[in-house]
């Protein structure tokens, strides 16, 4: 039986043998796209070379991609504990093309890694090609041998890949693994084909067209290959095992977290041990990747995970914080293929140490109120909303917390309600912050935080990003463009210019966006939160909307390609 870390390994020297340069998994937070929350695919850390817009030494890849998907397209956090195969982390295996080989080579390297190296029985495999696709339904049938029966037509966008809104996407072809009849389920396109019987194991997306806007769709200069194994659900099989969470991997960090905890992963305890090992996965990686728990964005994504976890940690008894604690036995799992897991492993455990701390002094009083507030409540029912948001507001609890302590029960949250109090609670604030006497220009900060949220700061670890031009603000007032010559204040949703507070100055350097470019002359933090760019418009124009490419002028001479990860290290 391989290990994870074998069928890893075996997955990357077979692409290595076939031509393939290996290249590291890019960080969570992608610093080439600034419309994804987090690194969601293999593919994403080769957005720009597929379009074109970014040329790399070589023209196949292949990689073993960290993932998150817990916000955004892609969200899986409420299922995650209760379900075989549901995760807020991964890894994608995956072999890429950029204007290589495309469908034929694709097909066959993918038949003969599944059949031959990893050995599964022919006999068990199915796959989908998208409806209108007679190339691949017909190269399945040459390569593999497949009957027709074997390869189903799929009219859904089940089989049409996209990244997001807009990037690279096309017509895919998944295959199937068939866990056989004593489990209940039905083949792809069939009426039980929600069941868990057939299992899909890798998407091999035939990348054509690139989404500009939601409107526009345009073909990529070259036909390429994007391809993503779960690696989870692949060691599943090839460990004759029908749940994700009962490979080596996870067993290895239930048993750690049964050990602090002293109690079984049995019967209803079980989930709770799932939540906690999946999500000490994705807090850990996340940490390591620089993003660290806060009320905002990424940082706000990251509390939630946490947050869940440590409340199963108190379902299962634990008395001090516990995620710590666990975190030797990840970095044993999974810190030689990734580096920098061991590395960051002190801030990851002080990290999860203090949040938890800090959490569970509030926790305890919370799960009185949700207890008390729901005792009359039954299947079906509904949680008030104002307690839910008292329950957010003044014990930290964020809203899927308390969604999913009532999940048990069949009880759902009034979130109506929640939005209204959130709101309410809002405009107080906004009409205290009128009444304090700053001045008018610093109001518009402050309403600009309101509707855009706080500006993600990137510049640990980066110098250079992208992100979008949230709002231009010219003499006092926000404006929607600005042109060469005159001096503005821009914000942008990340940016990795440091702004100017406790004694240190803020950056200095260019943005630069298809239309124009801005020299940033300074930058200040604004409205708690904000960072705003100090700029004259030093080429053509700019306005809101727009990606903007940010370069901190230090930087500005050495050569830097947009996803060159070794920078970031
Ligand atoms: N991008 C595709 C996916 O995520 C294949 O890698 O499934």
């Not at 299962?316 to 710590?324: D, R």
């Not at 600005?482 to 990795?496: D, F, H, M, R, S």
Request: hydrophobic fraction near 40%.
């Amino acid at each position: 039986m391989s290990g994870v870390n074998e069928i890893r390994s075996m997955f990357l020297d077979y692409f290595r043998k076939n031509g393939h340069e290996i290249v590291p998994s890019s960080p969570l937070v992608p610093r080439n796209d600034p419309t994804l929350m987090f690194t969601n695919a293999g593919m994403v850390q080769f957005k720009n070379v597929f379009t074109g817009l970014e040329q790399r030494p070589y023209s196949t890849a292949a990689t073993a991609q960290k993932c998150v998907r817990a916000g955004g397209k892609h969200n899986d956090l409420d299922n995650v504990g209760y379900t075989a195969r549901h995760h807020t982390f991964f890894e994608m295996l995956g072999n890429f093309s950029f204007g290589d080989y495309f469908k034929e080579r694709a097909i066959e390297l993918a038949w003969n890694l599944i059949t031959k190296e990893y050995g599964l029985d022919a006999k068990r495999l199915l796959v989908t090609v998208y409806h209108t696709d007679d190339e691949a339904f017909g190269l399945w049938k040459k390569i593999a041998g497949l009957s027709d029966d074997r390869i189903i037509r799929i009219p859904t966008s089940d089989n049409f890949w996209a990244m997001g809104d807009t990037g690279p996407c096309g017509p895919c072809s998944e295959i199937f693994y068939d866990h056989g009849e004593q489990i209940w389920g039905g083949p792809p396109g069939s009426a039980e084909e929600d069941g868990d019987r057939f299992i899909e194991i890798w998407n091999l997306v035939f990348m054509q067209y690139e989404q500009v806007t939601k409107e526009e769709r345009i073909d990529l200069p070259r036909p390429s290959i994007d391809t993503g194994m779960g690696l989870e659900r692949v060691a599943a099989v090839l460990q004759g095992q029908h749940d994700n969470y009962d490979i080596d991997l996870f067993r290895a960090l239930i048993a750690a977290s049964e050990e602090a905890t002293g109690v079984k992963a049995e019967g209803d305890r079980r989930a709770s041990h799932r939540v906690i090992a999946d999500h000490l996965r994705s807090s850990a990686f996340l940490i390591a990747d620089g993003v660290l728990p806060s009320n905002e964005g990424r940082g706000y994504v990251l509390r939630r995970i946490m947050r869940r976890a440590m409340r199963h940690a108190q379902l299962l008894g634990a008395q001090e914080p516990l995620m710590w604690k666990l975190l030797p036995a990840l970095v044993g799992q999974m810190g030689r293929a990734y580096p920098e897991l061991a590395r960051a492993e002190a801030l990851i455990s002080e990290t999860l140490k203090l949040e938890e701390t800090r959490f569970r002094k509030t926790l305890e009083r919370g799960l009185n109120l949700l207890s008390e507030a729901s005792a009359d409540l039954s299947e079906g029912d509904q949680f008030n909303g104002e307690t839910a948001f008292k329950l957010y507001d003044t014990y930290g609890f964020p809203l899927d917390l308390t969604q999913d302590a009532l999940r048990a029960k069949g009880i759902t949250v009034d979130t109506d309600a929640f939005s209204a109090a959130m709101e309410r609670q809002k405009a107080e604030a906004r009409a205290n912050w009128a009444g304090s006497g700053e001045a008018a220009t610093e109001t518009i900060w402050f309403e600009l935080k309101e509707k855009h949220g706080t500006t993600e700061f990137l510049g640990y670890d980066t110098e250079a990003a992208e992100g979008v031009i949230q709002a231009i603000v010219r003499d006092g007032a926000v404006v929607e463009s600005a042109a060469k010559g005159e001096t503005v204040q821009v914000i942008l949703n990340q940016t990795p210019f440091y702004g100017e507070s406790g004694g240190q100055m803020g950056d200095t350097g260019v943005i630069a966006t298809d239309t124009g470019k801005l020299t940033v002359t300074d930058t200040q933090k604004r409205g708690e939160g904000l960072f705003v760019h100090y700029c004259v418009v030093a080429e053509g124009s700019v306005k809101t909307g727009e990606a903007g490419r940010e370069i901190i002028e230090l930087l500005i001479a050495e050569p830097f390609a947009l996803g060159d990860e070794r920078r970031l290290a």
